[in-house]
């Protein structure tokens, strides 16, 4: 199975700052076909699902603000905030879709300082 | 836009079989390019992916290493939905059970959620 591992597991940043979220997969998960790298990015606030932001880990999903962002190559990802507002506080996944099973990153908890 | 509503109960006896069903709006179930998973979440396991069912000429079922044996998860064409059955539950299995479609060439979507405790 491909393991997917988020750093930090925490972290904290002020209004109007810049958040950055790290994962690494133990395996290539870009498909040479449509040269594309399988990996989301979600938000989940308490008592909702996962809430798409990223796919083919850069594209933003519809309606998702420009100040997210994803990046990554080979198997290290990033998904940044910029310009942090108070809704964005929350728990962020990454996931690979490349190969079943499917898996999912430990979580990163965002909280606003 | 596609749309996943869940429906089934929240209380599950050990030894017993849950079930979970999801509805699809936006969306058919045999479509090409589109796969039909279930994911898990608890705090002991973080969001654990169950299995999925897919459409290419025919159907194409596969299930995690952890559950396979006792689950099984059947699409409905006629109904437009899809199914999730686990049996011999324990309080292990104490988890929100979410569907979800998702693909290399379709995006991901998820169903609202469906908290399952299982307690005699």
């Known amino acids: 199975d491909i393991v997917m591992t988020q750093s930090p597991d925490s972290l904290a940043v002020s209004l109007g700052e810049r958040a950055t979220i790290n994962c690494k997969s133990s395996q290539s998960v870009f498909h040479v076909s449509d040269n594309r790298h399988y990996v989301a990015w979600y938000r989940q606030r308490p008592g909702q699902p996962p809430k798409l932001l990223i796919y083919?880990?850069?594209t933003r999903e519809s309606g998702v603000p420009d100040r997210v962002s994803g990046s990554g190559s080979a198997t290290d990802f990033t998904l940044t905030i910029s310009s942090l507002q108070a809704e964005d506080a929350a728990v962020y996944y990454c996931?690979?879709?490349?190969?079943?099973?499917?898996?999912f990153g430990q979580g990163t908890k965002l909280e606003i300082k | 836009q596609v749309q996943l509503q869940q429906s089934g109960p929240g209380l599950v006896k050990p030894s017993q079989t849950l079930s979970i069903t999801c509805a699809i709006s936006?969306?058919?179930?045999?479509?090409?390019?589109?796969?039909w998973s279930w994911i898990r979440q608890s705090p002991s396991r973080g969001l654990e992916w169950l299995g999925r069912?897919?459409?290419?000429?025919?159907?194409?079922?596969d299930y995690a290493v952890s559950v396979k044996g006792r689950i099984t998860i059947n699409p409905d064409t006629s109904r437009n939905q899809f199914s999730l059955h686990l049996n011999s539950v324990s309080p292990e299995d104490t988890a929100t059970y979410y569907c979800a479609r998702g693909s290399h060439r379709s995006s991901w979507v998820w169903g609202q959620g469906s908290l399952v405790t299982v307690s005699s």
């Open positions: 936006g969306d058919s179930v045999s479509s090409n390019i589109a796969a």
């Open positions: 069912a897919y459409f290419r000429s025919k159907w194409f079922i």
């Open positions: 083919w880990s850069s």
């Open positions: 996931q690979q879709y490349y190969d079943a099973p499917y898996t």
